[in-house]
């Protein structure tokens, strides 16, 4: 490895991830009042809620339905944890895109899906990400010191306990081994694009992504690549909610698994 990784200001980090949390709980909060109005107002558009790592080729593969079709989606993007919560608050969306089946099981559970609707849409894979101007590149495996690579530094991941990538990183580094050198140095985002951002900004040297984000922003390079045998395999399943009555949300469901959608998520 040539070079050290970036030290970046932590307080920097705390008080931008502190700014990402506050916007994020207002911008829910927004979501679930206007949705309201929006539902009267855009009744002619199915309205989709989908996982934050899909907005690139979703928007694509919208964009290419309306020109065919004369008809559009209106596609709200976050972490599959607070779609599903909103859901289940009430959020009047048709379908419903998740990173991983846990939040897809969540709703079923409940009853807030059609059962019959749910397929597994698409798969993913974690990458290791770095500044594009970073020396650093990491073979990952087990035992790899990924604390030395961090150096002063802070691993930009989603939450956790929450965002499904979030939840696979931690799941492969514990793995590997990696995580108890790490995890008192992660920078814990509110969803994956998030994380990409403090990365894309240089305010971490160092993050855990789907490698559909990262091709997704030119700001950053994949400096190594999760093991798949290190985490539960990554699934977006997709299902109409329980109270879709939109006419147009089976087709557009339907278009999603097509062979005109599936270039535009290979795209990425």
């Known amino acids: ?3 050290g ?8 980090i705390r008080g931008r991830l502190a700014q990402m949390t506050r916007a994020a709980g207002a911008i829910a909060v927004a979501a679930l009042i206007s949705f309201g109005g929006m539902a009267a107002a855009e009744a002619k558009d199915p309205v989709v809620f989908a996982a934050a790592s899909l907005k690139n080729a979703l928007d694509a593969i919208n964009a290419q339905w309306k020109a065919e079709t004369a008809k559009q989606a209106t596609v709200s993007y976050a972490a599959s944890s607070a779609l599903a919560k909103q859901i289940e608050s009430g959020a009047p969306a048709d ?6 089946l846990d939040w897809m099981d969540y709703l079923a559970k409940k009853d807030l899906i059609k059962p019959d609707s749910r397929v597994t849409l698409l798969g993913n894979r974690i990458v290791l990400i770095a500044p594009k101007d970073s020396p650093v590149k990491i073979d990952i495996g087990p035992g790899f010191d990924l604390a030395k690579a961090l150096g002063d530094g802070r691993l930009a991941m989603g939450d956790t306990s ?8 931690k799941a492969a580094l514990e793995k590997l081994g990696a995580w108890a050198g790490v995890e008192n140095k992660i920078a814990q985002a509110e ?23 990262a091709a997704a922003d030119p700001q950053v390079k994949i400096v190594g690549t999760v093991p798949e045998n290190s985490h539960p395999p990554i699934l977006y399943p997709i299902a109409l909610t329980k109270d879709s009555s939109h006419p147009d949300a089976a087709a557009f469901l ?3 698994q097509s062979g005109k959608a599936r270039p535009l998520f290979e795209k990425e």
């Open 5 to 12: 990784p970036m030290v970046v200001d932590q307080s920097n």
């Open 95 to 100: 379908i419903f895109i998740s990173a991983d």
């Open 1 to 3: 490895e040539a070079g």
């Open 254 to 256: 339907a278009y999603l």
């Open 162 to 169: 929450a965002v499904p990538a979030g939840k696979y990183g």
């Open 191 to 213: 969803s994956v694009r998030a994380a990409l951002l403090l990365v894309s900004r240089g305010e971490a040297p160092l993050g855990i992504v789907y490698a559909t984000d």
